[in-house]
């Protein structure tokens, strides 16, 4: 099912001219707002690029589908930008695995953990990263199965002439958020080309119109090759040095069409080149497509997973379609326009909104659960992380299109099975769900993953957030048995200390720096735990059912959030941790084995992400200013800026919630695409990075996050994630909130909203 998005009708009420003669002093009604232009708040946002940015090539999609483009429209050049910038034609269901000539299981891949009062329990733990010489089994089971790219679509000449990058000038390419058209002008040797990009939104297929005189002078049109698989994958999988290990099959040809079956090892797909030009193949993994004559081509790639015989429309169509689809996806849901703002940042940050939820809508809005660079390029093998879930997509809930959220959610309802088996392994009940992972529901082995347990939680807040945003009954039947088997995991694990339950061990917290067999009871988690739980009984209400005792008694004894000197404590197991991170050393930097200020300070969700019951907002105030005064904040993550504006926000702190969305720090730096990069600290990177090799050697550029950095990715789509549910916190309230707009500042602030929920 693609994305449908529920029609918003907006109405005005007016009192009957009789009631109003009756009134002998009739009080003036109050002028309803304007609605917001949406049109102008979208398009004034429209990205236009007048030259090569090597970090953000532009991205079409329709959610399953995401192609890259560059300066060109299509991926004609992909030697021109980073190589954390792969030119990919990438699908949700595009899955491949390596063979497995020794039948590594997922057996291979696990080793005995104890836990208290259960015994040895199997965990995916990688104790190191130099085990994996020694069981080569922890090698495949991570990197398989993975996604891959579909092809490469880019500029030729008929004659199979490449396109010298020395002769494109005067570029211009505008993305319209409106109609989600991509238009790239430039002259090439002196003479004009336009190229109009499509993704088609119902159908996996790019669609490209071109226009010059080259068309008919010197048959310019597309090249379509089908790469294979690269055995590094990350962060590109694209390779064309062993056609060998793919296959491709004329199945059947027509004037206006060739249908070709693809194979890689055991993925098998179909793709049809449809247009009105003449269809070549050129090499056993490359096709041409160029005009019967005049200066205009209109061409179609399609991708097929199932081999249907859904007829490929005929281009107008598709580009109808498009375009309604996109006014749809804008004139729907919700909306947040800070125009009329005298705040200098109010229109940067309606950018990065607009462009988020573009970028959501590609990226976060699949038949899956996205993965931290989506469809754009490859990290972790392309598995998605679970407990990424809610910042890429749950916002979509709040603002008015939950019906995009529901998209993932049969995912959690498919691996239920898989899920029960998991934590039946564990010796608990209900139902156990990975971190890393891929479509068939398997953990993989790392050295994290398998403690990571704040996931667990997610398909309970996830189906909630779609039950605020739609009330409707059927809800209930359709994630009843999630929500309940999710709930019984989060009342069973818990590991029983005297009167009251422990979180832990083995754990490791969404603040990721702690030793998995030695942490207990982190604030967050704790109250996250709790919040689900209660949640689920309301579910139990709603479906008319008495409220489940076992769960009772888990809420009444999971243990408190810790706390030391009037301060939440990351995790209960570190008691001393304030006192280390305030020494000199840690606030210095001079320590890193020994300070733990640093990564997620996931202990502000519990009042920021969720409002913890238990929280002492005076006391979440002092630790949230004692985390201003000594974290190191050069290691936050694109996620952590929105995260603690929204606990800024709830603690009514609005001056410091708009900061905190712009903390100029490198994982929060937003580029002209929206996108935010994924940098680390590395104190071996350099001054000079190297950005291409060829003939003439390796050139270098200038690290544009500076020495002692080191960029992982050009994108991480849960900072775009995150900053929408923030945003929509700020404006649209919470659960307990007042007043409009609670979230921003009185002062240089004009915040107008539409259609979105109050959070929970």
Request: charged fraction near 20%; proline fraction near 8%.
């Amino acid at each position: 099912m693609r994305l449908r998005w529920a029609l918003v009708v907006f109405t005005l009420l007016v009192a009957p001219a009789a009631a109003c003669a009756q009134v002998a002093q009739p009080v003036p009604a109050a002028i309803p707002a304007a609605p917001i232009d949406r049109h102008a708040l979208v398009t004034r946002h429209n990205v236009v690029l007048t030259a090569i940015d090597r970090h953000a090539p532009i991205q079409l999609g329709n959610g399953d589908l995401g192609f890259t483009a560059d300066i060109t429209g299509l991926q004609t050049f992909p030697e021109q930008y980073s190589e954390l910038a792969p030119l990919m034609t990438m699908a949700q269901w595009a899955w491949h695995s390596f063979p497995n000539p020794e039948g590594y299981t997922e057996q291979d891949g696990l080793i005995d953990v104890p836990v208290p009062g259960r015994g040895a329990q199997p965990y995916a733990w990688m104790t190191s990263w130099d085990v994996a010489e020694t069981n080569p089994a922890y090698t495949w089971l991570r990197a398989n199965p993975h996604r891959f790219s579909l092809s490469r679509i880019g500029l030729t000449f008929a004659d199979g002439r490449a396109l010298d990058f020395a002769k494109v000038a005067d570029t211009r390419q505008t993305l319209d958020l409106w109609s989600g058209t991509l238009t790239s002008r430039f002259t090439y040797d002196g003479r004009p080309v336009q190229v109009v990009t499509r993704v088609h939104p119902t159908l996996d297929m790019v669609m490209v119109e071109i226009a010059s005189p080259l068309v008919a002078s010197d048959g310019l049109g597309v090249r379509i090759r089908y790469p294979g698989v690269n055995p590094a994958i990350n962060p590109d999988t694209t390779t064309f040095d062993d056609a060998g290990a793919q296959s491709l099959t004329v199945v059947s040809r027509t004037d206006r069409e060739t249908r070709i079956r693809r194979t890689l090892d055991d993925t098998t797909y179909v793709s049809a080149i449809a247009g009105d030009g003449r269809i070549e193949q050129a090499g056993e993994t490359d096709f041409r497509v160029a005009s019967s004559g005049g200066e205009r081509l209109e061409v179609m790639v399609r991708f097929d997973p199932a081999n249907s015989n859904v007829a490929t429309p005929a281009f107008a169509d598709g580009a109808q379609a498009t375009t309604a689809h996109w006014r749809a996806f804008w004139t729907q849901g919700g909306a947040v326009d800070f125009s009329g703002s005298t705040d200098p940042r109010a229109a940067e940050l309606e950018r990065r909104v607009v462009l988020s939820q573009y970028l959501s809508a590609v990226n976060g809005a699949g038949e899956l659960p996205p993965q931290e660079e989506g469809l754009f390029s490859n990290s972790w093998y392309g598995k998605f992380h679970l407990e990424m879930h809610p910042w890429h997509s749950g916002w979509q809930a709040l603002w008015g299109r939950p019906e995009m959220l529901e998209r993932s959610l049969p995912w959690y309802l498919g691996n239920l099975d898989h899920a029960r088996a998991e934590a039946a392994r564990h010796h608990v009940q209900g139902a156990w769900w990975p971190k890393m992972v891929g479509p068939e529901g398997r953990n993989s082995p790392s050295l994290v993953s398998p403690f990571i347990m704040w996931q667990q939680p997610h398909p309970i807040l996830l189906a909630e957030l779609v039950w605020r945003a739609e009330r409707d009954p059927a809800l209930l039947d359709r994630y009843g048995e999630l929500v309940e088997a999710t709930a019984d995991l989060l009342a069973s694990w818990p590991l029983p200390d005297g009167d009251r339950l422990n979180l832990g061990t083995p754990l490791i917290p969404a603040q990721e720096n702690y030793d998995p067999l030695t942490t207990i009871n982190p604030t967050f988690e704790v109250e996250y735990f709790r919040w689900a739980l209660e949640t689920a009984q309301s579910w139990q209400q709603r479906q008319g059912k008495p409220r489940r005792a076992d769960w009772d008694q888990a809420l009444a004894r999971i243990a408190p959030p810790p706390m030391k000197d009037g301060l939440y404590l990351p995790v209960e197991s570190v008691p001393d941790f304030w006192d280390t991170a305030k020494s000199e050393a840690c606030r210095r930097h001079a320590a890193a084995a020994q300070c733990k200020n640093r990564d997620h300070p996931s202990f502000l969700m519990a009042y920021g992400f969720i409002q913890g019951e238990r929280i002492d907002p005076i006391a979440m105030r002092r630790t949230f200013e004692a985390v201003e005064a000594n974290w190191d904040v050069r290691q936050t993550w694109g996620w952590d800026f929105p995260m603690m504006a929204m606990t800024a926000a709830r603690l009514g702190e609005p001056e410091k919630a708009v900061d905190w969305l712009f903390a100029d720090l490198k994982n929060n730096q937003w580029g002209p695409t929206g996108m935010t990069p994924r940098v680390h600290l590395d104190e071996h990177a350099d001054e000079l990075v190297p950005v291409s090799a060829g003939a003439g050697g390796v050139e270098m550029a200038v690290n544009p996050d500076g020495p002692g950095y080191r960029r992982a990715a050009e994108t991480y789509f849960p900072s775009n994630g995150s900053l929408l549910m923030a945003v929509g916190l700020m404006a649209a309230g919470w659960d307990g909130s007042s007043g409009h707009a609670p979230g921003f500042p009185k002062d240089g602030w004009t915040v107008r909203v539409e259609g979105l929920a109050p959070a929970p």
